[in-house]
């Protein structure tokens, strides 16, 4: 169960993440604010910490999902867990599939001073206190 529930969360962030960003690309040209909210397309060609080579990335990508697959051993069942590596593993592939394809992860959501985001990028957040509760 927790294999299905995983893989179907990885791929549904991965799709609505690049339909997002395929949108943002064609619609946003300029900056729109709403509040607290704007909207301004930006190609991130930074990785989150370091700049790395493109076989780098994807070898710790290939890494990261191997690692998974030892987390959800131990999460032995655990939906919730399952969705929370689905959601990191999907989040990490759709900025990975930027990165590699585009050259720059496309961000496009702004949070009053926060910096640009996406929506694999929000999945990795949400994947971090799901899996430390599914672990607990």
Known sequence: M?????????????VADQVSKH?????LADDRRDGLVAFRLVANPRPGLV???????????????????VVVRLLDGSVIGGVA????????TSNLVDRVTRGAVTDFVCLWRWPAFNLADVAL????PLAVGALL
């Open 125 to 128: 957040v949400a994947a971090v």
């Open 85 to 92: 590596i689905g959601l990191a593993i999907g989040g990490a």
């Open 23 to 27: 949108v943002a690309r064609r619609a």
């Open 51 to 69: 700049r790395l080579h493109r076989n780098v990335a994807l070898a710790l990508w290939a890494v990261a999902v191997a690692y998974s697959v």
């Open 2 to 14: 927790t294999g299905r529930v995983l893989l179907l969360t990885l791929f549904s962030v991965l």
